[in-house]
């Protein structure tokens, strides 16, 4: 995983971000058993207890899961799964529709200059 982390938001919400983006993307598969928690701190260069917080916010939205002696491991329910990649998904359309409105296009502007794009490859 990239581990790009700044320090203008707390640590740990990033953490979550870069774990849910691993999860949406398929970078993590469902059903596959996570590292553990000092083992993906290192990784990241965080605390453990940083690390531990962020997982621990993750399985309360149902991404992942804790099974007492193996570990914890990435939900294997595809719909939770798809529906966050389409959360995720809608979370950057807005924010370049905004950006896209700031610049004063309209949004058949923004479609066209979309299809245009698409058709550049």
Do not use: C
């Not at 389409?86 to 200059?113: P, R």
Request: hydrophobic share 40%; proline share 3%.
């Amino acid at each position: 995983m990239q581990w790009n982390l700044s320090d203008d938001r707390p640590i740990y919400l990033q953490l979550m971000e870069t774990i849910t983006l691993a999860i949406a993307s398929g970078t993590l598969p469902a059903g596959s058993r996570l590292p553990s928690v000092r083992d993906l701190a290192a990784e990241a260069g965080v605390n453990p207890n940083t690390m531990q917080r962020a997982l621990a916010e993750l399985e309360r939205t149902g991404l992942l899961y804790s099974q007492r002696t193996a570990g914890r491991f990435v939900t294997d329910r595809a719909e939770q799964i798809t529906e966050k990649r389409k959360e995720l998904a809608m979370e950057q359309i807005h924010i370049f529709l905004s950006s896209m409105k700031d610049m004063g296009y309209t949004a058949e502007e923004t479609v066209e200059l979309i299809r245009q794009a698409i058709k550049e490859g």
